[in-house]
């Protein structure tokens, strides 16, 4: 049976960690680690909802010591919290900040208030143990959980260090826009400093003004590991930019012109991941250079007898499917274009959801917006819709900029303007919030008519 370490280099007396700006070593982090596994509930199930990275890092860390199995559910509704104890009995939740109305039983973390405890040897633990349930994101249906073992997180961590060039950037801290619940957050703003001698930062910036200063405040090399929803808010922001080293991206696929503007804005080259909660990481690319995704160390891309792409080998073991339309270029190289649910056909003429979200994102003056095609039913034609954020441009001069971009038959009809979209943490919207979305405009227009 392999053991994997938790950190390596294995090094006690490097720093492995930024609190705020504070420096901690990994003997100081171990110790925290070893002080949390004492004091946790005998459970099987910890559901990890610590804000702070570091705070979660050191849940994560006390459970796999513990051989307890982390869930990380993008959505935390009160809702779905309660599908989760039903699903999960013996579950209890770790936090760091109060809750309310939780019917989950909660441990509330504490800082370590003793010394530093003795530790001779870094940690190891089989690749075969269970570290998380991590559940999908939600925006094509009811979010499922998949298995992470501690030895394909570690095999997809070192071979995104090696994709990404990131390995040969000892010491670079990892700033994060993102959380670590979420499968990108886990393995770009935490397990990939873990295994490659890089340093997190406790920090999720979200605001412009704050990721800006956060940045500032660290020592280079740093890298900045965001989402295009974020670089997009940020670059609109009129306040400097620091320079960082490398700008790592994903989530959805970024607009080309953004990662111009953005190479720009930091200095820096942005690098793309491309992957998804059932296979984590799969492939990189470098978006102001080509359009071609290359697959990250021992991954081999597949033609299902569905003419669906699979991934398999490497870090992902078997065959895992993959819901994306994928145009195959060799077994290590391929084209992205769009999800296969996002595909629409409307009086003959083709088209795609995120196609269509481009241009809309692309007026002058739009902050957010996004088209959503409702489930059918049978008492209605089903149309396209869309939700807009803008402060500056009224629905006349909104479809006028539409039908310069786009087929007049993928117009919305109606077209909603609303004060924000409901995105969660990584700027996903999930399919949940965007049926509410429509139930709660058709209702008030039904009762306005």
């Known amino acids: 049976m392999a053991f994997f370490p938790l950190l390596r280099p294995c090094e006690f007396n490097s720093v492995v960690a930024y609190r705020n700006t504070r420096k901690v070593l990994g003997k100081e982090f171990l110790a925290d ?6 004091k946790l509930p005998a459970r099987k199930h910890v559901l990890n909802l610590c804000v702070d990275r570091y705070h979660f890092a050191v849940g994560l860390a006390a459970a796999l010591e513990l051989r307890q199995v982390s869930l990380l559910p993008a959505s935390h509704t009160s809702v779905f919290l309660q599908r989760l104890r039903q699903s999960y009995p013996d579950l209890y939740a770790l936090v760091d900040l109060p809750q309310k109305g939780s019917t989950i039983e909660t441990f509330h973390f504490s800082e370590r208030t003793t010394g530093l405890s003795e530790t001779s040897a870094m940690p190891n633990f089989p690749g075969e143990q269970v570290v998380a349930h991590v559940f999908t994101s939600g925006s094509t249906g009811e979010p499922l959980p998949h298995t992470k073992t501690w030895g394909s997180l570690v095999a997809s961590s070192l071979a995104a260090g090696r994709a990404l060039g990131i390995n040969a950037m000892p010491g670079a801290v990892l700033v994060s826009t993102v959380p670590a619940q979420h499968m990108y957050g886990l393995e770009s703003s935490l397990l990939l400093a873990w295994q490659n001698g890089l340093i997190w930062h406790d920090q999720r910036p ?3 003004e704050d990721i800006c200063i956060q940045i500032s405040l660290l020592p280079r090399p740093r890298v900045l590991v965001t989402s295009p929803v974020h670089l997009r808010a940020l670059l609109a922001d009129a306040a400097p930019i620091p320079p960082v080293d490398l700008v790592v991206c994903a989530t959805a696929p970024l607009d080309p012109d953004l990662a111009i503007r953005a190479e720009n804005a930091f200095c820096s080259t942005v690098i793309e991941i491309y992957g998804c909660t059932e296979s984590g990481q799969v492939a990189v ?6 359009g071609v995704w290359e697959c990250m160390s021992g991954l081999v891309l597949a033609t ?16 895992t499917l993959l819901n994306d339309s994928i145009e195959i270029v060799d077994k290590n190289h391929f084209l992205l274009h769009d999800r296969l649910s996002d595909l629409i056909n409307i009086a003959g003429k083709r088209t795609s959801l995120a196609f269509l979200n481009h241009q ?19 008492k209605r034609v089903t149309r396209l819709m869309a939700f807009v954020v803008t402060e500056t441009l009224d629905r006349d001069a909104l479809m006028k900029a539409l039908r310069d971009r786009i087929d007049p038959a993928f117009l919305p009809r109606p077209l909603y303007f609303i004060d924000v979209l409901p995105r969660d943490a990584t700027g996903k919207l999930p399919r949940l919030e965007i049926d509410r979305l429509i139930q709660k405009y058709e209702s008030d227009s039904q009762e306005t008519s």
């Open 33 to 38: 680690v070893h002080a949390l596994a004492r």
């Open 206 to 208: 979200f605001y412009p």
């Open 285 to 290: 690319r470098k978006p102001t250079q080509s």
């Open 304 to 319: 299902t007898g569905q003419g669906k792409a699979s991934v398999s080998g490497g870090h992902v073991g078997g065959e």
């Open 360 to 378: 809309l994102n692309s007026i002058p003056g739009i902050k957010d917006g996004v088209f959503v095609l409702p489930a059918k039913t049978d």
